[in-house]
């Protein structure tokens, strides 16, 4: 997946969950995404950048002597 705009079921692929999981997460702004006519999209840098922030929320909560959620 080398394209810079990535549809659902691909986002869904990349990150080996349900492509149920990535609708709801885009419906609650929980993951960076966009429409066109109705359709969810993503940009794979967004993408790129919202996986690293969520490593480091977790980095930050196992640093602090919190057990994994």
């Known amino acids: 997946m080398t394209d810079s705009i990535l549809t659902l079921p691909e986002v869904a692929e990349l990150l080996k969950v349900a ?14 995404a966009f429409k066109v006519r ?22 930050g909560h196992t640093s602090k002597g919190r057990p994994n959620e």
């Open 19 to 32: 492509e149920k999981t990535v609708y709801t997460m885009a419906q609650r702004g929980q993951i960076p």
């Open 38 to 59: 109705g359709q969810w999209r993503f940009q794979r840098s967004d993408l790129d950048a919202w996986i690293e922030e969520q490593k480091a929320a977790v980095r």
